[in-house]
C-alpha cells in the first residue's frame, strides 16, 4: 500500500529506535532528563529562540502556547482555514475560554492585513475581550502547503509589534517552508514570538512536538503544559528520536517538496482533476475530482488500486509526500488516478 493521506504515517527510522533504546533519561519533571533538555536546547538554538518545551503533540503545543499567550475571554486572531480552527476539537474555546477572531485566509494563507489591524481590539474597552495573540500557519495545511512570503511575515509583524501583540506561528511544517523558500528557518521565526513544529511529521519521528520562544515564555508554557497533563517523566525515550529528526531529517525535506510538485504536474494533465501545480511549493497536494467524480468514490478506488489518498472535506482530496514515498511510487499513484479516472469517462460514453 501506498500512503499518501499524510506525513504523520511516517515510520521512525533504524537511528531513532537505536536512539530511544540507547536514551539516557532522568525525571523531565524535576528538570532531569538530559534527553529532552537537549532537544529542548537544539530546537531554540535551530529556531533562533531563547528556550522550548518538548509537547506530546502539535494540537498540544499550540494550545500550550495559546494558553501561556492569553487570559480567559481573550481573543485570538485567526485564519478561517488554520488546523487550529478546523481539527483541534476547539480546545482554545474548551479548556482556555479564548474566543476566535476568524478572518479569510487567501489560497497563500494570509489574512488580509488591514483586516488584521481593525481586528486588534481598541485597549481599555469595558465590553471588549482583549486581543490576546495572533495566530498563524506556515506552512498553511488547507491552503496546499502555502507557504507564507516573508513580505508578508514582516508586514504582520510591524502591526503586531505596533500594537504590542504576540505572534504565535503554527509551523507543524516550518522545516517544509524553510526548504521550499530557501530561507533560513530561524529567519523565518523571527517573524514571529512563538513557534509549534512537529517531529512526528516529515522529520518522521513517532511523537513529539516543541514549542520555542523566550526564556520568560516557555516558564509559562511549562506550566500550561502541566496544566493539560502532558509534562511528562522519562521522556527522552521519545526526544531521543526527536533528536535524530532535527539532526538527520531536516536537509531531506526538499525531496519531499520536489516529489509532490511531481506529483501535481501529473495531476494536472488527468481529465477530470483540477488543480493549479504551480500552486504546489511544499509536501501537501490538494486537488478536486468534481464533477468528474465524487471525491469519496475517488478516494475508496484509489485505495482499491493500492494507493491512500485522504478526503480534504471542502478543500478536496489531499495526497502528502513523505519519506516513505519513493519516485516509484509518485509514478504509481499517478498511475492509478489515471485509471480511476479513465474508467469514470469509460462509463459515461
Ligand atoms: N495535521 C494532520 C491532521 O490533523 C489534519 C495532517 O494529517 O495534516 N498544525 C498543523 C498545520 C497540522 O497539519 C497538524 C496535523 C497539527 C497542527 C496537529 O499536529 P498533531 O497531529 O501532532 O496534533
Avoid at 480567559?72 to 482555514?81: C, Y
Avoid at 529528526?245 to 501529473?266: C, F, I, K, S, Y
Avoid at 509536501?283 to 471525491?295: C, G, R
Wanted: net charge negative.
Amino acid at each position: 500500500m501506498i500512503d499518501l493521506r499524510s506525513d504523520t504515517v511516517t515510520q521512525p527510522t533504524g537511528q531513532m529506535r537505536q536512539a530511544m533504546a540507547d536514551a539516557v533519561v532522568g525525571d523531565d519533571q524535576y528538570g532531569e532528563d538530559p534527553t529532552v533538555r537537549e532537544l529542548e536546547q537544539l530546537s531554540a538554538r535551530l529556531l533562533g529562540k531563547e528556550d522550548a518545551v518538548f509537547v506530546a503533540s502539535g494540537t498540544m503545543g499550540n494550545l500550550v502556547a495559546l494558553l501561556t499567550h492569553c487570559g480567559r475571554g481573550d481573543e485570538v486572531i485567526l485564519g478561517d482555514e488554520s488546523h487550529i480552527f478546523w481539527y483541534e476539537s476547539g480546545g482554545a474555546a474548551a479548556l482556555g475560554g479564548m474566543p476566535f477572531a476568524l478572518l479569510p485566509n487567501n489560497e497563500a494563507g494570509e489574512m488580509d492585513l488591514e483586516r488584521v489591524e481593525k481586528a486588534i481590539r481598541p485597549k481599555g474597552r469595558m465590553g471588549y475581550p482583549a486581543t490576546g495573540v495572533i495566530s498563524i500557519e506556515n506552512t498553511q495545511n488547507r491552503c496546499g502547503g502555502a507557504v507564507l512570503s516573508m513580505e508578508y511575515l514582516a508586514s504582520l509583524k510591524a502591526i503586531a509589534d505596533d500594537q504590542d501583540i504576540p505572534i504565535h506561528m503554527d509551523g507543524a511544517r516550518i522545516f517544509n517552508a524553510a526548504a521550499a523558500s530557501d530561507t533560513p528557518v530561524d529567519v523565518i521565526a523571527s517573524q514571529a514570538d512563538t513557534i509549534q513544529f512537529c517531529l512526528s511529521k516529515g522529520l518522521a519521528a513517532p511523537v513529539g512536538s516543541l514549542v520555542v520562544g523566550s526564556g520568560e515564555f516557555i516558564q509559562g508554557a511549562r506550566r500550561s503544559r502541566k496544566i493539560l497533563g502532558g509534562a511528562m517523566r522519562q521522556s527522552g525515550v521519545i526526544a531521543a528520536a526527536g533528536v535524530v529528526a532535527l539532526t538527520e531529517m531536516v536537509t531531506r525535506l526538499p525531496e519531499d517538496n520536489q516529489r509532490a510538485r511531481t506529483l501535481a504536474d501529473g495531476l494536472a494533465k488527468i481529465d477530470g482533476i483540477t488543480i493549479v501545480p504551480d500552486a504546489v511549493v511544499t509536501n501537501i497536494v490538494i486537488f478536486q475530482t468534481e464533477p468528474a467524480l465524487d471525491h469519496v468514490r475517488f478516494i475508496d478506488s484509489m485505495a482499491a488500486h493500492g494507493v491512500r489518498v485522504s478526503n480534504y472535506g471542502t478543500r478536496g482530496v489531499r495526497m502528502v509526500t513523505h519519506y516513505q514515498i519513493s519516485d516509484d511510487d509518485v509514478q504509481t499513484a499517478l498511475t492509478a488516478a489515471r485509471e480511476v479516472l479513465s474508467s469514470v469517462a469509460v462509463a459515461a460514453d
